[in-house]
């Protein structure tokens, strides 16, 4: 029990190493309440954190068959060990629409939606670095296999033993990310959306799913009047004070915009790679072109996500050249 940390009356906290990831760690949570269990996301599918997370079972005493899983988000460090859950403990697996979709659609190695993300890539300029889908932590984490899933959704209600859950809409992230608000205990579990010592990843999806930095900027400002008492978040150290949070993470979000537009102005038409090299990046590597491959995905996905944000706001454009990549250039 050594390593499991009770929160608040019945919610549990077990930090699970993620290893040779930059997020370094995962927060998984447990809310036990006469004789239930809710146990929140997975860490990634891999044989060391399933051994983690069967001793977190086991050292709870939980009782498998009134167990549920709910899973805030589809990535991998989310979701990883979902199918295990599922097979191997029987246990009921809750999730969101809108990401349970495009979860199973990458659960297959050659999907049309893996693809797409190497598609993304080219059109981001990034043919010069060569990625691989295989240096994609999503791809390599992720879980093989599909499984049944209960559809919870924002305002649907959730009960564990004497706690009383309502799904919040936390898109942006991902496209739908969703969190649970325990209203009588304050309580929230907000998966990635507010991260206390890091800057959750606001990546471009693709054009149907759009301005994702709109949507997750408009959603954390939502937060800012809920009365919260305890946040607990998926990564890292728990934020004390939210609306302080809130502003640091929008004042952040503020200046890459800022930083963007200010390098398409002085440098006229660029790529989302060229964006993405000119960005104050918070690694060891001094710049873009020396980041390990697995993390130009996220830099470049990150810089695309300010570029589409600031095309919402009729700030740039972008024009595709005969190769299909895309420029963008300020209004
Ligand atoms: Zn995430």
Redesign the pocket.
């Known amino acids: 029990m050594s390593n499991i940390k009770k929160l608040s009356d019945g919610v549990y906290l077990k930090i699970i190493p993620l290893k040779g990831n930059p997020l370094k760690s995962i927060n998984i949570y447990m809310v036990k309440s006469k004789g239930y269990t809710m146990i929140v996301d997975t860490g990634f599918n891999t044989e060391e954190i399933r051994e983690e997370m069967l001793s977190f079972i086991e050292d709870m005493g939980v009782d498998l068959s009134k167990t549920i899983l709910f899973l ?4 991998s ?2 979701t990883g060990l979902a199918t295990w859950f599922h097979k191997e403990l029987g246990v009921k697996i809750y999730m969101g629409d809108i990401d349970y979709r495009i979860m199973s659609s990458m659960t297959d190695a050659n999907s049309k939606r893996w693809k797409s993300v190497m598609e993304t890539t080219h059109l981001q300029g990034l043919d010069e670095d060569n990625l691989k889908i295989e240096e994609h932590a999503g791809f390599r984490y992720r879980p093989k296999a599909e499984f049944p899933y209960v559809s919870f959704n924002p305002d649907y209600i959730l009960r564990v033993g004497d706690f009383t859950f309502k799904g919040m809409d936390f898109s942006g ?2 496209p739908g ?1 969703i969190g649970l608000y325990e209203e009588s205990k304050k309580i929230l579990f907000c ?2 959306h507010l991260l206390g010592d890091i800057t ?2 606001i990546t471009f999806w693709d054009f149907t799913v759009g301005d994702s930095l709109g949507m997750y900027l408009k959603n954390i400002e939502e937060l800012r009047d809920l009365p919260i008492d305890h946040l607990y978040s ?2 890292r150290a728990l934020i004390e004070d939210v609306p302080k949070r809130i502003d640091e993470l929008k004042e952040h979000h503020n200046h890459r915009i800022d930083e963007a537009l200010k390098t398409l102005k002085s440098k006229g038409k660029c790529t989302v790679r060229d964006i993405a090299m000119n960005m104050n990046w918070d690694m060891r590597a001094k710049d873009f072109s020396e980041f390990p491959n697995t993390q130009k995905f996220f830099a470049a996905g990150e810089a695309h996500a300010h570029l589409e944000h600031l095309r919402a706001i009729g700030k740039v454009n972008f024009e595709k050249d005969e190769d299909g990549v895309l420029w963008y250039y300020a209004l």
């Open positions: 805030t988000h589809l990535h460090d989310h992230h991902t990310m998966g990635d959750p990843n998926s990564h």
